[in-house]
C-alpha cells in the first residue's frame, strides 16, 4: 500500500501548472523548515477585477508539496484574491483525497508561498527579492505551525 492517493500521484506525475510565468504580477515564496525545500508561486492578476487568471509553482520538494501545489494552482486560478487567501489545506486533502500527516508541512508550503504572492502583489512587488532573508524569517513563523 502506498501511502499517497492516486489522484496525488497522478498530480505529482503529471502536474499541470508546474513551471515559471515569466512576467508575473507577483511572485511568493515560502520554505520548508523540516526538509529545507522551498516553494515559489508566481501569480497573474486581472488588475480590475482582482481576479487570479493565472498562476504557477516551481519547487524542488516532495511528491505531497508538488501535488498539493498543483491542485492549489487548479482551486484558485479563477478565484479573487480574497477567496484564493481563504484556501485552507483541507481543500486541498479535499482535492487530493488523502495526504500522510507526516506530510502536513509539505502540503502547505504551496498555500503558504499562495499568501505570501498575494501580500507581494499588494505590496506592489512583482518579484521575490532577498529570497534568503525571507525563508530566515519564514522559519520562525513556521514553528509555530509545528
Ligand atoms: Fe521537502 Fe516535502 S520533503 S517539501
Not at 28 to 34: A, M
Not at 83 to 111: F, M, R
Request: aromatic share 6%; charged share 30%; hydrophobic share 35%.
Amino acid at each position: 500500500m502506498h501511502m499517497y492517493s492516486k489522484k496525488t500521484l497522478n498530480r505529482f506525475k503529471n502536474p499541470k501548472f508546474a513551471g515559471e510565468i515569466k512576467k508575473a504580477d507577483a511572485v511568493g515564496e515560502e520554505g520548508n523548515i523540516k526538509c529545507g525545500d522551498v516553494m515559489r508561486i508566481f501569480l497573474k492578476v486581472d488588475k480590475d477585477k482582482g481576479i487570479i487568471t493565472d498562476v504557477k509553482f516551481q519547487t524542488y520538494g516532495c511528491v505531497a508539496a508538488i501535488a498539493a501545489s498543483d491542485a492549489m494552482c487548479e482551486i484558485v486560478k479563477g478565484k479573487t484574491l480574497e477567496q484564493a487567501e481563504k484556501l485552507t489545506w483541507n481543500d486541498i486533502v479535499k482535492e487530493l483525497g488523502h495526504v500522510p500527516p507526516i506530510k502536513y508541512h509539505c502540503s502547505i508550503l504551496g498555500t503558504d508561498a499562495l499568501r505570501d504572492a498575494i501580500e507581494n502583489y499588494r505590496k506592489g512587488h512583482d518579484t521575490a527579492k532577498g529570497t534568503k532573508n525571507k525563508i530566515i524569517a519564514n522559519k520562525s513563523k513556521s514553528k509555530k505551525i509545528k
